[in-house]
C-alpha cells in the first residue's frame, strides 16, 4: 500500500514539475459566452476547455486575454499577442494571421423584441431596419455582402460585452435586430435574465439560407514560430474535435441554457 501511495506522489511531483516548464501562449478574444467568458473571475467557455487540452498536448500553458474585438483584432495583428480566437476568415486577415481549420460551425440568428412586427421570408427583409453588429465582426459571405453594399442600415457596438449591449439595445428598441450567434444569445438570455428581465422580451430569427460562423484560431505572423504553432494547433485540434470528450463540454455549456426559475 506505501509502495503504491509513493508511486502516486512521483507520478503527480512529475506531472505538476512538467507542466510549470510548459511555455505560456498569449490568447486573445472578446467574451462570447458559451465560447469565452468571465465566471466569477475565472475564465471558462468551451473555447477556453478546447484550447487548454489542445496547448497541454503539445507542451503549453495558455493565458487568456479579454478585449474588445477590434482592439484584440489590432494589437494580435502587431504581435502582442500569439493568438486570437473566435475568428473568421477573410482574404484581408489572411496577410496577418495564420489560420486553423474551424473548431465548430455557430448559426447565426437576428434577435429582436417579440413587439417588432416582422415578416421574414428572406435577407432582404431586414433591409428596411437598423441592425445591429460588433465593431470588427466579419460574417459568412452572403450576410457580409449585405452588410458591406449598405443594404441594411447598420449600427456599430464597440467595446467589452459587445454582445450583451446588441442583446439588451434590440430588447429596448435601441435597434430592430442584433445578429450574434443563436447559441450566444441563448446563453447570455438565461444567464442574465434576472439581471436583465428585459432580455426575456427577445426573440429569434435564424435564416436557414446562411451558412453560419466558422471560428477559428489566428496565430499572428508577427510573432516568431507562428506558422508551426498554427499547424500543430490544427493537427491537434482536428484529433479531439472528434472524440466525445469534445462533446461533452459542448453539452455541458449547452445544458445551461434551458430556463428554469
Known amino acids: 500500500m506505501k509502495k503504491i501511495f509513493l508511486i502516486f506522489i512521483v507520478f503527480l511531483f512529475n506531472n505538476t514539475h512538467a507542466e510549470e516548464n510548459f511555455k505560456t501562449l498569449t490568447a486573445v478574444s472578446k467574451s462570447s459566452p458559451p465560447m469565452f467568458y468571465n465566471e466569477n473571475g475565472t475564465v471558462t467557455g468551451i473555447d477556453v476547455e478546447v484550447i487548454q487540452f489542445v496547448a497541454k498536448k503539445l507542451g503549453y500553458k495558455v493565458e487568456f486575454i479579454d478585449e474588445p474585438w477590434e482592439k484584440a483584432l489590432i494589437d494580435t495583428k502587431q504581435g ?23 473548431t465548430m460551425q455557430l448559426k447565426m440568428a437576428f434577435y429582436k423584441s417579440k413587439n417588432l412586427n416582422f415578416f421574414y421570408s428572406s435577407l432582404d427583409s431586414f433591409s428596411k431596419y437598423i441592425v445591429g453588429i460588433g465593431n470588427g465582426f466579419v460574417f459568412e459571405n452572403r450576410l457580409q455582402t449585405y452588410i458591406d453594399r449598405k443594404i441594411y442600415q447598420i449600427y456599430n457596438i464597440s467595446g467589452n460585452d459587445t454582445d450583451i449591449q446588441g442583446l439588451l439595445k434590440a430588447a429596448f428598441k435601441q435597434v430592430d435586430f442584433y445578429i ?20 426575456l422580451s427577445l426573440d429569434y430569427i435564424e435564416p436557414e439560407s446562411l451558412e453560419g460562423s466558422w471560428p477559428r484560431l489566428a496565430f499572428s505572423k508577427a510573432r516568431e514560430n507562428s506558422l508551426q504553432l498554427s499547424q500543430n494547433f490544427d493537427k491537434e485540434l482536428m484529433k479531439f474535435l472528434s472524440t466525445p470528450d469534445f462533446n461533452k463540454i459542448v453539452r455541458k455549456y449547452v445544458k445551461t441554457i434551458e430556463v428554469s426559475d
Open 80 to 102: 502582442k499577442f500569439d493568438f486570437i480566437f473566435e475568428a473568421d476568415i477573410n482574404e484581408e486577415r489572411k496577410n496577418f494571421f495564420y489560420f486553423t481549420r474551424p
Open 180 to 199: 450574434c450567434p443563436s447559441l450566444t444569445g441563448q446563453f447570455i438570455i438565461n444567464k442574465k435574465r434576472k439581471i436583465f428581465p428585459e432580455l
